[in-house]
Structures are given as structure tokens and as C-alpha cells.
């Protein structure tokens, strides 16, 4: 069974209501997990990292390229997971560094918020300029590429082409 994201709305309008039971109880579940994807809610790691850098959460949330709504409904535990994967990577760099940065020295600060914002962070995944042939040999034999090929070639003739010319190529 997977735990579901619930997403508590804000007030609409501006106007506040009253604290209602059913959405504490959301935001409870939604900070535990959280804690348990991240280590600690968010908000804590966020509070954290503006009283390290003396910096504000607009500033932070420029800074791992998210709007300072989605950041604020994060924290409060609107929100349970960062979408972005960059913005993750972002996060952890962010507060992988935050440490010595100089004790909120606004000029070290800046420095570091500013090289995590411009940071473009390795997923493990290939960027677009990889070649496809190069994966395919990290993960089968020549012989297993063009037996695939001779298999797809019928149906999947560009698949074919790419699987034969991955089995041709030695580096």
C-alpha cells in the first residue's frame, strides 16, 4: 500500500478559519512523512538553513529555484514531497555546505546561494548530449545487442539500427 500525499488548502480569500481537527491531523501525517523521506520535516531543515545563512525563505527558495509559495506550503506540511529532483539535489547542496559558509557572513552567503541556484546538479541520469549506444554496452554483451536487434528489427526497425550499431562500436 503506498502512503498518498494529502494536501491541505489554504484559506481562501485570505480569511482565516478555524484550526480544524481533520486538517491537523493531515498535517501531522504529512510531517512524519516528511521525516520520513527527508530525515526531519522540512521546515525544520529550512529554518535551519535561514538561521545558518541569515538569509529569508524567499531567498532560499530563489535560490533551489521553487516559488516561495511552494516552499512555504513545504514547510508548513501542505506539502509532503519536492517534486523536482533538481530542487532536492539543490536542498541537500545547499545544506551540505550551509555549514561553512561563514556563520550567515551575508557576502558568503550570497556566494553559496547563489552557486546552489546556478548549481545544475548530477541525477545519474544521461543528459541529451550522451550517446545511447554507450548505455546499451554497459548493460549487454555484442552478442545479446545484435540478438535483440535480429528480434526487434521486424516491428522496430530504428530500435534495430541503434541496437546493431551499439553491438558494432567497441570503446
Keep these: ?14 480569511v482565516p478559519r478555524p484550526p480544524d481537527p481533520a486538517d491537523e491531523a493531515v498535517l501531522a501525517r504529512n510531517l512524519e512523512r516528511q521525516r520520513q523521506l527527508y530525515g526531519e520535516p522540512l521546515g525544520e531543515r529550512v529554518r535551519r538553513l535561514q538561521n545558518a545563512l541569515g538569509v529569508s525563505q524567499a531567498r532560499v527558495a530563489r535560490s533551489l529555484g521553487i516559488s516561495t509559495a511552494m516552499l512555504s506550503q513545504l514547510i508548513s506540511g501542505r506539502r509532503v514531497k ?19 559558509a561563514g556563520g550567515g557572513e551575508p557576502l558568503k552567503a550570497e556566494a553559496l546561494l547563489d552557486r546552489v541556484r546556478d548549481s545544475r546538479p548530477d541525477l545519474g541520469v ?10 546499451l554496452r554497459g548493460v549487454a554483451t555484442p552478442a545479446q545487442l545484435a ?13 534495430a539500427e541503434l541496437l546493431r550499431r551499439a553491438a558494432a562500436e567497441r570503446r
Design 147 to 159: 540478438a535483440a536487434a535480429n528480434v526487434l528489427g521486424p516491428r522496430f526497425p530504428a530500435i
Design 1 to 14: 500500500m503506498t502512503v498518498r500525499e494529502q494536501v491541505v488548502e489554504p484559506p481562501v480569500s485570505g
Design 82 to 100: 519536492i517534486g523536482d529532483p533538481n530542487v532536492l539535489a539543490r536542498l541537500l547542496l545547499l545544506d551540505r555546505h550551509a555549514g561553512r
Design 126 to 135: 544521461p543528459s541529451g548530449g550522451s550517446d545511447p549506444a554507450d548505455a
